[in-house]
């Protein structure tokens, strides 16, 4: 079993993430989609923007986020037409997110944890304000990055459906 990578960001301080805070690494802003927008028009938005998952957004709360894999394995692979489904179908409903005050190691140790590429981050009244991916870690703090990459699952791992929760 490999070390807990608050042990580990320790250990390897220059490639750890030192002291650093979410905020300092994280993607500020975030392209976000509606749930009762198509998958048509998510993808769309995915390939303008370049980039594999968007967080879905309800009245100013983020109630999940929807993945490229998502549109394909939830979507496409289910027989339903892009153009006509909508987001809430597909989009996966757990999210985790951390706050954008938190140490980074925290943060990788939730990715960690639940094996995930992306955190939603949130500020202190837990609105949106941007997204921590393992890209964003691989640039400041490669070690780390190579940690929550070499402790994730098997991406085909089962996904529970439900009610969005707070998952730290």
């Known amino acids: ?39 048509q028009a998510a993808a769309g938005r995915m390939k303008v923007q370049r980039i594999g998952a968007l967080p879905v957004c309800e009245r100013d709360r983020i109630i999940g986020i929807l993945t490229d894999r998502d549109i394909v394995i939830r979507g496409v692979a289910e ?23 938190q140490p980074l190691h925290e943060a990788a140790r939730l990715m960690e944890k639940h094996s995930i590429r992306r955190v939603m ?13 393992l890209d964003d870690l691989a640039v400041i703090a490669g070690g780390l990055a190579i940690d929550v990459i070499g402790n994730c699952i098997d991406p085909d791992r089962q996904i529970q459906r439900g009610h969005w929760q707070h998952i730290s």
């Open 121 to 133: 981050v949130l500020d202190s009244s837990k609105r949106l304000v941007g997204v921590l991916s």
């Open 1 to 39: 079993m490999s070390k807990d990578l608050v042990t580990v960001e320790r250990e390897r301080e220059p490639d750890g993430g030192g002291d650093m805070l979410v905020k300092d690494v994280m993607t500020h802003g975030a392209e976000t989609i509606g749930p009762d927008e198509t998958l």
């Open 79 to 101: 027989g339903v037409h892009p153009a006509q489904a909508t987001v809430r179908g597909s989009m996966t409903a757990q999210v985790v997110t951390c706050f954008e005050e």
